[in-house]
């Protein structure tokens, strides 16, 4: 059996087009143009790439866009007075803070102090705490485990009823997408096992595994003997295990084994080309999403 890919490539493609027939929509229905700010402080090259793949995506789509690039000496109350300006500002639906931020400035109290109406990529506690009571309380979901879920659905993956093993319990991946797992609902429903360091017989959770969702962050670390045949496999880990001198870029690889795992998967996400590309495409839902929910009354 050689497993059937899931393209992140081919769903990102597919998602923006849909994004961007909503932002027509909203905008000839309502006059409402949804706005995304960026906040960059200094001038990290990984950071200032990130943001800028932000702020194409979100220019292709229409996007009010504002790149909001600060010095890195910004103090920490400059920072927060900033925040709290965007947070005011009618224009703006979505609040973007760049991290890491510099060594002076407590990245936790600036996250807190976006408003978790304009929170659009879901690490705030009111979200978080939304997500976990899921169903209509849930304002925006995190973009990575998001755009696992859309993976997964969108792949004809059935979950309700499936034996579910995330691997990783990270605030941003593990326990999110195991929490929107086991919810009650479309793309939920599933039996969810979460597995970390501290877990025995790693292998033979996995191994019970319909869906096998790996966010560990160690290359190779899930073996092809750990996947039960036929099962859906995503791989999250983004791993640099060497650096291509004839392209200049480095050499990208996830948890799993991939060449051996994909001859017993069913179904597989590819590093880089899996993952990847959903996150940035959810973030774009999640300003459709807050622009949407400011229109309410
Ligand atoms: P993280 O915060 O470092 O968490 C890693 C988790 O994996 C921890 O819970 C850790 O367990 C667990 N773990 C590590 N080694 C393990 C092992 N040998 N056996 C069992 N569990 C193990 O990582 P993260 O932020 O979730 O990211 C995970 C990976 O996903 C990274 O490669 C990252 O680059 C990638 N990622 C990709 C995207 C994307 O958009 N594609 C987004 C986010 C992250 P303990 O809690 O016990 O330490």
């Given amino acids: 059996m050689t497993a059937e890919i899931i393209s992140g490539t081919a769903l990102r493609a597919t998602m923006l087009a849909e994004l961007h027939d909503e932002v027509t929509t909203i905008r000839s229905r309502h006059g409402c143009v949804p706005g995304l700010v960026t ?12 943001v800028s793949l932000k702020i194409k995506t979100a220019n292709s789509l229409g996007f009010h866009e504002i790149q909001d690039n600060q010095p890195e000496d910004i103090t920490e109350a400059e920072l927060l007075a900033l925040i709290d300006r965007y947070n005011n500002d009618p224009s703006i639906h979505g609040i973007l803070v760049q991290l890491p931020l510099p060594r002076h400035i407590d990245a936790t109290k600036v996250l807190y102090a976006i408003s978790p109406e304009k929170d659009v990529d879901g690490f705030h506690p009111v979200n978080l705490g939304r997500l976990l009571i899921g ?16 993976l997964i659905v969108r792949s004809g993956t059935e979950t309700s009823g499936a034996e579910v093993v995330v691997v990783g319990r990270s605030n941003i991946v593990g326990k999110p997408i195991a929490v929107m797992m086991g919810q009650k609902g479309k793309g939920g429903n599933a039996t969810v096992t979460l597995v970390h360091t501290g877990s025995r017989e790693l292998g033979a959770h996995c191994r019970r595994a319909d869906i096998l969702i790996v966010a560990a962050g160690v290359p190779g670390l899930v073996k092809p003997d750990w996947i039960k045949p036929g099962a859906t496999v995503i791989d999250v880990g983004v791993n640099r295990v060497g650096f291509n001198e004839e392209t200049s870029k480095p050499i990208l690889s996830g948890d799993v084994d991939f060449e051996a795992a994909r001859q017993v998967a069913g179904k597989i996400t590819p590093v880089p080309g899996g993952v990847g590309p959903m996150t940035i495409t959810m973030l774009m839902k999640n300003t459709i999403r807050s622009a949407w929910l400011h229109l309410r009354p």
Avoid: D
């Fill in 39 to 50: 906040i960059l402080v200094g001038s990290n090259p990984a950071s200032v790439s990130y």
């Fill in 135 to 150: 169903g209509k309380a849930v304002n925006f979901l995190p973009c990575t485990p998001a755009g696992i879920q859309e």
